[in-house]
């Protein structure tokens, strides 16, 4: 036998096995992940997304009801889309949670202001006789 032919040989031998390990290597199947989507779904709807980013939740929405429909026949690709609508379930928490931190800091510069103006307000005024005592 011949180094090349052993070589080769090898090589011939490695395909089978590397072939099962692909198949081995495809996604646990739609299952966990469509739980996973729902999961992600569940904790921005309870954090505010339905009211505060509802484009990217009504997308994640369908996005899972999408790879529902397909399980069955192709899991491979509803697997894809379930991870697609958990990542849209997160940009959608995400930016619930920038709208309400939004909203905070709108609410203090808002108070600041106000501050600000009932200074001024102050230091223009002359102090009263009552005050200089």
């Known amino acids: ?12 031998s490695l395909i ?14 739609p299952p966990a992940s469509l739980a996973a989507a729902q ?5 921005a709807s309870s954090e505010g997304a339905s009211d505060l ?17 397909i399980a069955p026949t192709d899991r491979l690709r509803a697997h894809r889309l379930a991870e697609e609508a958990a990542a849209d379930a997160d ?12 909203r905070a800091v709108d609410e203090v510069n808002q108070s600041l202001q106000t501050l600000r103006e009932e200074l001024q307000l102050r230091t223009a005024q002359p102090a009263s006789p009552a005050a200089s005592r």
């Open 39 to 43: 999961g992600a779904i569940d904790a």
């Open 16 to 29: 089978p096995g590397l072939m099962i390990l692909a198949a081995c290597a495809t996604p646990e199947g």
């Open 53 to 69: 980013s509802a484009p990217e939740l009504a997308r994640s929405q369908g996005k899972l009801e999408r790879a529902r429909q």
């Open 1 to 12: 036998m011949t180094p090349s032919y052993a070589r080769r040989l090898r090589a011939a």
């Open 91 to 102: 940009l959608a928490r995400a930016r619930a949670a920038q709208q309400r931190s939004k």
